[in-house]
């Protein structure tokens, strides 16, 4: 038996309600269903299976990446990779491209890693919405949105079987170098 995982930046709470009734409207209009499972969040490491007795060994891995700065993360209007996924544009900085590739790096030996090229989003419809696809795009692709918030934290989230569930965070601890004055 295998857990499941996946780590993500998961936005603060008030930003968080908001995507989700979005997603929410996005489900009742459509009948799309899919999106609504996991918690709102921009996927760092897709989901990946690891053996109960390895978890504590993930934890203190994930640990390693915390050195790392906060970071202004911005999100801008709709887009989606077509024929299936409706997503809320997470502009690209260098800060989540750092924390992608430390993490990426991290996780190597408990996850084999995305073959494709890293493109932050925050899902808004997919899976299920394949035959909706058009009509959602239609609807949301002039649409706007224009949030930024700061990610000072990743979270691991672990499946239970019927939800995602927070399962620890891990806050950015910046690097502290002491300067040196010479006299």
């Given at each position: ?22 997603r929410k409207e996005v489900s ?55 024929e299936h996924t409706v997503f ?96």
């Amino acid at each position: 038996m295998e857990d499941l995982y996946m780590v993500g930046i998961l936005p603060p709470g008030g930003l968080r309600e908001r995507i989700d009734d979005i997603r929410k409207e996005v489900s009742l209009e459509h009948g799309v269903y899919s999106a609504l499972k996991p918690p709102v969040h921009i996927t760092l490491a897709a989901p990946f299976k690891l053996k109960p007795a390895m978890e504590q060994q993930l934890v203190q891995k994930l640990k390693s990446v915390c050195h790392f700065d906060p970071f202004a993360q911005k999100l801008e209007d709709f887009d989606g990779f077509p024929e299936h996924t409706v997503f809320i544009k997470v502009l690209k900085n260098t800060g989540i491209s750092t924390l992608y590739k430390n993490l990426k790096a991290a996780l190597k030996p408990y996850a084999e890693g995305s073959k494709n090229p890293f493109h932050p989003h925050l899902t808004i419809a997919y899976r299920d919405a394949k035959e909706a696809y058009p009509q959602i795009m239609e609807q949301y692709q002039n649409r706007r949105f224009r949030e930024e918030f700061l990610a000072d934290h990743f979270t691991l989230l672990k499946h239970d079987g019927k939800r995602w569930n927070i399962h620890s965070e891990y806050y950015a601890q910046p690097k502290t170098t002491q300067l040196e004055m010479s006299l």
